[in-house]
């Protein structure tokens, strides 16, 4: 695999995100649901520094059709993230690093009284295979601020951070009547997704503002996403 300037800080992220983030800590009460919906469960934990909300958002669903591969790869992709993000400007992919790991500049739609704030993370995508052999293996993007000579951070503008994972596996269901697994049927197919984010706004903003656009924005977010992938999924032959 080839190594660049940050290979050592994602495998570190990377491997935070996979000793963490599937962990089934529902049970416990720090997790508080923002909202149901169908199999879409969104939690979110209350956090804040020195009064800037940084409330860690965590959220699963169980998806029919899709493989986690086609997931991420439709997460991970450049060429089609405005096709499925409603809550951007604009996106740009500034350089790619290699080709599982890519930096964008994003500027999100202005949140009303916030001021208007933009994005500029690595994105990273790759498969991590499971213990079990005959498990397809899981897929895994996450998304990391960092700084970019080509996103100076430039006022009114106010630069967000972000940590975001979004870990998928593919559950194949009447697995043992398919020898060759290209050939299972999508309607066999249930693609398990954990997307974690942890979003630090940048600069003052209301907190209830701030709780109000993430209770809103984040179920819409999932869902808009996962029904994109679907769609676009339905016609094509399954990418394992
Ligand atoms: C004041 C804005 C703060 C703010 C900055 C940034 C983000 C954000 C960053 C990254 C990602 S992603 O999943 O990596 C997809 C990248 O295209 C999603 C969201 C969210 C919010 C908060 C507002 C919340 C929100 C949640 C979901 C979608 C959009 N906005």
Known sequence: VPRHRLSDEIEKIVQEHLKFDLVDDFNSNIWELLAADGEMKVYRRELEENGIVLDPLKAVHSVKGVTGHEVCKYFWDPAVRMEWEGTLDSSRMLEALSDDTL???????????????????????????????????????????????????????????????????????????????????????????????????????????????????????LKRFTQYVMDKTKKLPILL
């Open 103 to 221: 930096i964008f500049n994003q500027v999100h739609k202005r949140v009303w009284p916030a001021a208007q704030r933009d994005t500029c993370f690595w994105s990273h995508i790759r498969s991590v295979s499971k213990e079990n052999k005959n498990d397809l293996d899981d897929w895994i993007v996450v998304n990391y601020s960092t700084t970019h000579d080509s996103a100076p951070i430039k006022e009114p503008m106010i630069r967000a951070w972000a940590n975001v994972a979004l870990i998928c596996s593919t559950i194949i269901l009447n697995r043992d009547k398919y020898a060759d697994l290209s050939s299972v049927p999508r309607e066999n197919l249930v693609c398990k997704i954990t997307y974690v984010a942890q979003v630090n706004p940048g600069g003052w903003a209301p907190a209830n503002v701030l709780r109000a656009v993430y209770k809103r924005e984040y179920p819409k977010f």
